[in-house]
């Protein structure tokens, strides 16, 4: 039996409707190094998707292997209660000099960093006396992970109405990347003027929605979120899972949100990470916050403690990773090559966005998204299984086909990935539909 098959019987794939995997069935990687996943049959598979977006520099990159394996021969995990270690505190003190908030509480996935983030906002209401500030809002086509808290805040009909018994859904506001900018602002500050007594936070994702399909819009938002919270008192939760660590090209989306008459960098109350934080070698999170936020739970009595916890809290291997990661970006102007590769990327898709099935185009630093004129539901599926046999790995979201690849592609790999791409493209739109597969491959 293949390591497919036995995968297939074996394995419970994520957000896979499994019975797909009996005529295609998963395919079997053995290695991977830089851009590069190698299968089981010797075949190169270029990781355009950085493998859920975490893989930032690749795979195995030697700095951060070397970080991993010298940490393993000195502390692999104690836990983070009563205890602490050098990793998670040098970590914890650079993030806070990149962003301005200076605590951090680590969990071990994104969703794990969104419900740290809601829970711990509306416990600090609490403890300030506020305890009916306990409600959120989220954005239309927001996406925060697929816990049962993440959910309540996330707008994807298939998870929402999957678990909808499950869920104390909050307000869902327009999106400024599907509505105009004004238009959203406005509906959130009329949103707050009447709810905000009841509204713990608002959470989103800045710049770019991705389970919307690569959605983008003006950092103005940012602004004006960042005001009405301050003019209504409610907490602003920066969902930096996805795009963190330079992907939009500043280091942290929010950066870009610069208050045109103060000039300051509008800075949220909480910041969550994840994904590209140890450059996609280990699973770790975090959430950061404010003075304010922390001192709020500053008591002797336990109750006002930030009640949760993970037993891999703040895992030193995990840290370690994360802190070369950090390295790497100190030591290279890696926001600068990305700005060159993202400029000679962008020229050479350019076949790729005068295609004529393209109904519209965006980048934003290392992302690219094309929307696909195409009412076929197995658009996704079918691109993806043809993109994977011209040797790169895609995963349009319903009908945008979107790159997020490593930042390490040179010029001739660069190359590969467009040329795949639109020979996979070709292929789909001149082949029937077929069987609605749509649902065999996963969103994003």
Known sequence: MSLSERSRQAVWHPCTQMKVHETFPPRAIVAAKGPWLVDHRGDRILDAVSSWWVNLFGHSPQPIVQAITDQLHTLDHIMLAGLTHPPVVELSERLGQLTGLGHAFYGSDGASATEIALKMSAHSWRNRGQSEKNEFIGLQGGYHGETVGALSVTDIP???????????????????????????????????AEHHARTAAIILEPLVQGAAGMAMYDPAYLVAVRRLCDQYQVHWIADEIAVGFGRTGSMFAHQQAVDPVSGEVARPDFICLSKGITGGLLPLSVVLTTDAVYESFWDDRTAHGFLHSHSYTGNPLACRAAVAVLDLFAQRDVLGDNRVAAQRLTEL????????????????????????????????????????????????????????????????????????????????????????????????
């Open 158 to 192: 298939l998870f929402r109405q999957a678990y909808a018994p499950l869920l104390r859904l909050s307000a869902t506001l327009p999106s400024p990347a599907m509505h105009p900018l004004q238009d959203s602002i406005d509906a959130l500050a009329q949103y707050l």
């Open 349 to 444: 898709a350019q076949p790729l966005t005068r295609h004529s099935a393209v109904s519209a185009h965006r980048q934003l630093g290392m992302i690219w998204a094309w929307d696909i004129d195409t009412q076929d539901p197995t658009f996704s599926a079918r691109y993806h299984r043809a993109a994977m046999e011209e040797g790169v790995l895609l995963r349009p979201i319903g009908h945008t086909l979107y790159f997020m690849p490593p930042y390490v592609l040179n010029e001739a790999e660069q190359a590969h990935l467009v040329e795949a791409s639109l020979k996979a493209l070709n292929r789909v739109l001149a082949e029937p539909s077929g069987a609605d597969l749509s649902d065999g491959v996963p969103m994003a």
